[in-house]
């Protein structure tokens, strides 16, 4: 990146960043986006705070993000206002090898914060899954599993995906990717997120007596005695997202009592007992479109991540939006990326000295693409 027209200070390390006040850092952040341009893509999930948001060249899910970001002419550097395995995704989508010899150069992904993790992700790491696997082969054939691993895990389980003719899913897709898997293979491994794959089987008809859950942290065979992965059609890894296993099904009679009418519009990282008692389960795609098309004063109580709800309820005064919980269900970590850590992370890049790079290595890469390829593929 050019530095040339730069001529405020660069604190480093991080910390000065935190004394400046917030109308100073948007003013810096803003005049890094016009020197660079349309060289610089800043993406703001869904569920990041308002503040952050405001700069964001694109704002969506994090596949939706990566896509359109990887797509984008004349982008040198993208800045995602994220978690680690989106920024990942970024980095997998906008540097496949023919794109980098196409344009002879790699696009920079940017992590603001390192310590923007997610939940979720962390609690299937790919040394468990290997051992998994090799675990489940010791009663059933693993040549009848399909592995399909959740958008929202690690790299290196989407590459475990693709070296073993697994596949990705999102919450948009997850019933069509399950059919595609299904039509691989007899059995599905789904990870990292037990409600996601529990919910589409059931709505797929599949009985729970024919889930079993792995329990990564238990040495025998997960938890599970041989015959329950006999019969197991669909093993879900035990793994959740701290912020939608909030949501609790009193919460929805709460609600319901407390609102008359009041539609239940959950995400299906929610519980099982929290998606039966709702009137409509989706993606965040979904959620905001069925806000967006619904007629005024159409009432909803939504149960995913708080900062979107928030959102939906400014931008629809048309309507009631409330959030589906008492309590504050936020992602603390996405949190974690301020404009504080938004201003460090742009004025180094453009200083030629980027932080907090996140880079997959092309092995995993490879094999990641493999599996996201696969996903594109279902229709
Ligand atoms: S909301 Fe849950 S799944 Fe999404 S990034 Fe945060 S912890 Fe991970």
């Not at 060289?39 to 569920?47: A, K, N």
């Not at 794959?197 to 025998?220: F, Q, Y």
């Amino acid at each position: 990146m050019s530095t040339a027209a730069l001529d405020l200070p660069l604190a480093s390390p991080f910390p000065p960043y935190r004394s400046l006040s917030d109308d100073l850092l948007q003013e810096r952040i803003e005049a890094v986006r016009q020197r660079l341009g349309p060289r610089l893509v800043i993406l703001g999930h869904h569920y990041q705070q308002d503040g952050v948001i405001a700069h964001a060249d694109l704002t969506g899910d994090s596949y939706q993000l990566s896509r359109s970001a990887a797509e984008r002419e004349g982008c040198e550097a993208i800045v995602f206002c994220g978690v680690h395995f989106m920024a990942e995704t970024a980095d997998i989508l906008a540097n496949r090898p023919e794109q980098v010899a196409a344009r002879g150069r790699r696009v920079t992904v940017v992590l603001p914060d390192m310590a923007a993790g997610c939940s979720m992700a962390d609690m299937a790491g790919i040394d468990q899954v290997e051992d998994a696997w090799e675990d489940l082969g010791t009663v059933i054939d693993t040549a009848d599993i399909t592995p399909v691993t959740y958008i929202n895990s690690a790299a290196s389980l989407k590459a475990f995906c693709g070296r073993h003719g697994g596949i990705v899913c999102t919450s948009s897709n997850a019933r069509a990717v399950l059919d595609w898997a299904f039509a691989q293979r007899r059995r599905v491994l789904f990870f990292p997120d037990q409600h996601l794959g529990r919910n589409t089987a059931r709505a797929m008809g599949i009985p729970l007596a024919e889930m079993a859950l792995w329990n990564p942290h238990d040495p025998t065979l997960g938890g599970n005695a041989r015959a329950q992965l006999e019969q197991a059609r669909v093993i879900l890894w035990q793994g959740h997202c701290s912020v939608h296993a909030m949501f609790r099904p009193e919460h929805v009679d709460a609600i319901r009592e407390h609102i008359p009418g009041v539609k239940i519009l959950v995400h299906p990282e929610c519980s099982m007992e929290v998606v039966d008692k709702a009137d409509l389960v989706g993606s965040t795609s979904y959620i905001l479109r069925q806000v967006e098309q619904a007629p005024p004063g159409t009432k909803w109580a939504i149960g995913t991540e708080l900062h979107l709800v928030k959102r939906l309820e400014q931008n629809h005064p048309e309507q009631t939006v409330r959030f589906l919980s008492p309590t504050v269900c936020m992602c603390a970590t996405m949190y974690r990326i301020d404009l504080a850590h938004l201003c460090w992370s742009l004025e180094h890049l453009e200083r030629g000295k980027p932080v907090n790079v996140i880079r997959v290595d092309d092995e995993t890469a490879k094999w990641a693409v493999t599996a996201l390829e696969r996903m594109l593929a279902v229709r």
